[in-house]
């Protein structure tokens, strides 16, 4: 890339770019402070990082309930050029993954880039002058010749619409929206909600809380975590031993990849996973009725298995109870569920996930010809390689459709992104090209390949969860192994593409 960038320069050509093209970067979670390292690391420092919120973090701010906390190892989810020796636990909790993402943007000098408090509102191509025309929801007009999308699957919360919660007077927020001001302790508190974010707070509330009462719509899987602090002689091997921390990332990466296997459906090793999460939950759960309750109704992976070494031990708290009854309604202080039983509340959280089948949305993205993203996306969001749209010419995604994974590190598959996008830029650069867009052909033929294998695994069985959209069609994961996706983004196909060069 930095050769590509250099060459250019040298050779006198992009002058429409003034050297570099310019770029505008949606979000400074980990995908656009990735992606802004790497432009630098290559070069290019005609770049900005809009971020909507005023600090950088992403998930890893949005998230800051009682126990948030990565289940994915600390060295394994970090960027790969800049490991951490000091991961003080095998799973890091929040503030320390927020302290490792302020470090990287300071040791990168990406600050100056990041301009915190800007919400892109919406973006459309001008076919003219191969730009980007981007509007903030403040109503200010920007452009850039490339846009990059950074904003994830997961960063708009979902409350659900239920009958009556407007009249219910006492304390509401989402997990993701974590109300730090209010004080739980000796409250009465509702949890909606029973994923990866509910069995990480209820532990911690259910210290402090007079009664959890935990709404379950479905059961989960639930795997021990194993989790422990790194001791000091650890520490220093990694900081120390030549090669100790990357051999050691490399066993967790292939430990990782290889549960992939359990992903098949209907397999031999998911059989036995199931057995095993089941096996754990009777070792657990002493009380029969409450084993009932948390025992699953469809094949193990359909949706995210959890993971945990505190949750099922918070659920035989005298002072938690699991209730299954779905919820009918919401009065001024209580929780109705079917049937007629009335629970009083103090305060209702809401562990009820994310829109993540929507994308991009809100935001208005308008390609070739005026075409509209969400009305090409209304039966589902697709992409090249989960990073380009046919007739969005000189748009990238990172963590697009397609790109999530059950098994293994997302910041793998955004490096992979992050290359991918890195290349593409070269090439606009090299060939002074007014823009590049992904062939509809070749993207429709990708996306079948991709649904095809899908269907194999354990994502596409009986289960609704938040990898598909309400019709069943999986957007949000990727279908195989990471390393497959390594190798296919490792360098762009460029009869894939449309080269338009600049008149
Ligand atoms: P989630 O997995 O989507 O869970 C949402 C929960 O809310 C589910 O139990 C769901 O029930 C329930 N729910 C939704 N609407 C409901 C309604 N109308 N009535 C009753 N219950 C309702 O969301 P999440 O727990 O925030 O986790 C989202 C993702 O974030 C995770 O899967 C994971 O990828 C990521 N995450 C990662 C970590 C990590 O350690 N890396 C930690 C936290 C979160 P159903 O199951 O019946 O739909």
Not at 186 to 213: L, M
């Amino acid at each position: 890339m930095q050769e590509a960038v250099d060459r250019t320069r040298q050779n006198g050509q992009g002058p429409s770019f003034a050297h570099s093209p310019t770029i505008a970067i949606i979000g400074a979670g980990v995908a656009g402070l990735c992606m802004g390292i790497e432009l630098k690391k290559a070069g290019i420092s005609s770049f900005t990082i809009f971020e909507k919120s005023d600090r950088l973090g992403g998930t890893w701010y949005d998230n800051s309930y009682p126990g948030a906390g990565c289940d994915v190892p600390s060295h394994l989810y970090c960027l790969s050029f800049e490991p951490n020796p000091d991961w003080s636990r095998k799973f890091s909790l929040q503030p320390e993954i927020e302290d490792y993402l302020d470090h990287c943007a300071v040791k990168y000098s990406l600050f100056r880039h990041i301009r915190f408090r800007t919400e892109i509102a919406g973006a459309s191509f001008d076919e003219q002058q191969g730009l980007w025309r981007i509007r903030t929801t403040t109503g200010e007009e920007l452009s850039a010749h490339v846009l990059v999308s950074a904003t994830g699957q997961l960063n708009r919360p979902h409350v659900p619409k239920l009958v009556g919660l407007d009249s219910f007077e006492g304390t509401t927020f989402h997990s993701a929206r974590w109300n730090h001001d209010h004080d739980l302790a000796g409250e009465r508190v509702a949890v909606i909600g029973n994923g990866a974010s509910a069995i990480q707070f209820i532990p911690c509330i259910a210290r402090v809380a007079r009664k959890v009462t935990i709404f379950q719509r479905s059961a989960n899987y639930v795997v021990p975590r194993f989790d422990r602090a790194y001791k000091a002689w650890e520490k220093w091997i990694f900081r120390n031993v030549p090669f100790a921390l990357r051999l050691y990332r490399a066993l967790i990466y292939w430990r990782l990849e290889a549960r992939f296997f359990g992903f098949f459906r209907d397999s031999w090793i998911s059989r036995k996973v199931r057995e095993g999460a089941l096996a754990h939950l009777r070792e657990e759960v002493s009380d029969p009725a409450l084993v009932e309750k948390l025992t699953p109704d469809y094949p193990i992976g359909c949706k995210r298995i959890l993971i945990s070494d505190d949750y099922y031990e918070s659920l035989a708290r005298p002072n938690v109870e699991v209730v299954t009854e779905p919820i009918q309604g919401v009065t001024r202080d209580s929780i109705v569920t079917q049937g007629g039983t009335s629970r009083s509340f103090d305060t209702i959280v809401f562990a009820t996930g994310f829109e993540t089948t929507s994308f991009l949305a809100p935001m208005e993205i308008e390609g070739l010809g005026g075409r509209k993203l969400a009305e090409e996306w209304r039966t589902g969001a697709e992409a090249y390689l989960g990073v380009a749209l046919s007739g969005y010419p000189n748009l990238f995604l990172l963590y697009g459709p397609n790109t999530n994974l059950g098994h293994n590190s997302i910041i793998f598959m955004i490096e992979c992104q992050v290359n991918y996008v890195l290349q593409c830029i070269g090439q606009l650069l090299r060939r002074n090209l007014l823009y590049l867009d992904v062939r509809r052909e070749a993207m429709d033929r990708y996306n079948e390949q991709v649904q095809r294998a899908i269907e194999k695994t354990a994502w596409a069985a009986g289960c609704q969860s938040w990898y598909k959209t309400e019709q069943g069609k999986v957007t949000n994961n990727w279908s195989g192994f990471t390393v497959e996706y390594w190798w296919k983004t490792r360098a762009p196909d460029w009869n894939a593409y449309e080269l338009v060069p600049r008149a």
